[in-house]
């Protein structure tokens, strides 16, 4: 029983680790997209003054 | 004898059993203890103020009710069924505070919903794979305490519930453990409590096993990338609902903590206001003064306290050599002047242990701020431990737990 606990930790661990990585995924999308709109703001910006 | 019975507190102690009233004593003792630890700023006076007089009055005030049963005016965690609940709602006054929002999580969503209106999360978002590889490592207490706490003898639920103190996040101790091990959540997130108390004076011991140049590492915050109010938005409203998919179990966690979050960052005054103000600390005070309360004699008389009470240790002293291990990591590969004493502030218990990592900081270099930095890994360490919450909670309990589906019971 003592055996089966560490392996469902290390299993535990494996899902945090990716759910992290899919968090840090989510957080990196999340700026590039900010991004890009502040640029497509920015050129619409440029247009309308030119 | 019979002028002794005018004072039923006293009269009391006469009539239980030895071990009884020495518990009784220990526990006001105890109680003392806090406060004065409290109000010295050793302890944290939010939570163990409340806890230590709520110990206090309720070993001190036992009385006589008919029949000749002993009992207290303040709460019976034990009323099982609707007519006996009934009865103490109308009897003991913070029966209803328990009933209402202890026995199914919602002070601690309350506290939680609190903690997200104050939380900054620039630095995760400016920073996620620093913020979150250090938040992985800071649970290794979280994770190997597991098969200790089994290898001492627990049950899977209890084991699971105490190792959750390895995460170092109160709310989530209490939460957690109230769903795995409803019979033990008191002993369990008052061990939490107190020993988060102890992290303030016990990590900067821990912290010494970085080499002093290390820690005298100065970082520039300036460097730190400005971050969109919509991008915060954004982030909490997804990652609750992508959490909320994984874990429904968890949900109620995920949801408080990220509305506090998405209050804050949408600008919402009036609701920050709230959330950040009285229902923050009007949730942590009946939260420290329900839980001293509920800390009556059969708690310390239970033998798995004493597991218990080594156990939390373990717990916490893992993930803080885990958190340090990471950031001695990290300062390895990282390309821009690090500290590892950030890695400390990964052990989620926010903000407490970011400044335990900026006081040891300044401690050997006065111009070193890394305060700024250790916000990140702090914030990502609480939605670490809310994953591993969720995990265990799957893992062990409901209708079909997975960790017997596994392996068989």
């Known amino acids: ?50 | 004898m019979l002028i002794l019975q005018l004072f039923q507190g006293v009269y009391t102690f006469f009539l239980n059993e030895p071990a009884i009233a020495g518990g009784r004593l220990l526990l006001i003792a105890l109680g003392f203890l806090f406060l004065y630890l409290s109000y010295k700023r050793i302890l944290e006076p939010l939570i163990m103020l409340p806890m230590g007089i709520g110990m206090i009055a309720v070993n001190g005030g036992l009385m006589m009710f008919e029949a000749g049963q002993m009992g207290n005016l303040f709460i019976n965690p034990l009323a099982g069924n609707v007519e006996e609940l009934m009865y103490y709602l109308q009897i003991d006054f913070l029966q209803p505070i328990y009933t209402f929002t202890f026995s199914n999580g919602l002070i601690a969503c309350l506290v939680f919903m609190g903690i997200g209106a104050i939380t900054d999360i620039d630095i995760l978002l400016a920073k996620p794979y620093m913020s979150l590889f250090l938040a992985v490592c800071a649970e290794l207490g979280t994770i190997l305490t597991l098969p200790i706490a089994m290898a001492m003898g627990l049950p899977p639920n209890e084991a699971a519930s105490i190792a959750l103190v390895g995460g170092a996040d109160g709310p989530m101790v209490l939460y957690g453990s109230i769903m795995l091990a409803r019979d033990l959540f008191v002993p369990i997130t008052v061990v939490a409590y107190v020993y988060l108390g102890v992290c303030y004076a016990g990590y900067p011991l821990l912290v010494k096993i970085i080499p002093r140049r290390l820690r005298a590492v100065e970082m520039d915050w300036r460097t730190i990338p400005q971050v969109a109010p919509g991008a915060k938005f954004a982030f909490a409203v997804i990652t609750c609902g992508f959490l909320c998919v994984l874990f429904p179990v968890a949900a109620p966690l995920f949801a408080s903590f990220f509305v506090g979050l998405a209050v804050k960052e949408a600008g919402v005054l009036r609701f920050i206001e709230f959330l950040s103000g009285p229902l923050l600390y009007g949730a942590t005070f009946f939260l420290g003064f329900t839980l001293g309360a509920l800390l009556g004699v059969d708690i310390i008389l239970n033998p798995k306290v004493l597991i218990l009470l080594v156990l939390g240790v373990i717990a916490l002293t893992l993930s803080g050599l885990g958190g340090i291990a990471g950031g001695l990591i990290y300062s390895k590969i990282s390309k821009e002047p690090f500290n590892p004493l950030i890695g400390i502030a990964a052990v989620s218990c926010v903000p407490t242990t970011a400044k335990v990592a900026q006081k040891c900081a300044a401690a050997v270099n006065k111009k070193a701020m890394i305060l700024p930095f250790a916000m990140g890994p702090c914030v990502a360490g609480v939605i670490t431990t809310a994953i591993l919450t969720g995990v265990y909670i799957s893992g062990f309990v409901g209708e079909t737990p997975i960790f017997y589906s596994i392996f068989g019971s």
């Open chain 1, 1 to 50: 029983m003592v055996l089966n606990s560490l392996f469902f930790a290390f299993i535990a661990y494996g899902i945090m680790m990716v759910i992290a990585l899919f968090v840090a995924a989510i957080i990196k999308t999340i700026a590039l997209v900010v991004q890009r709109g502040a640029k497509h703001a920015a050129a619409g910006t440029d247009k309308q003054e030119g």
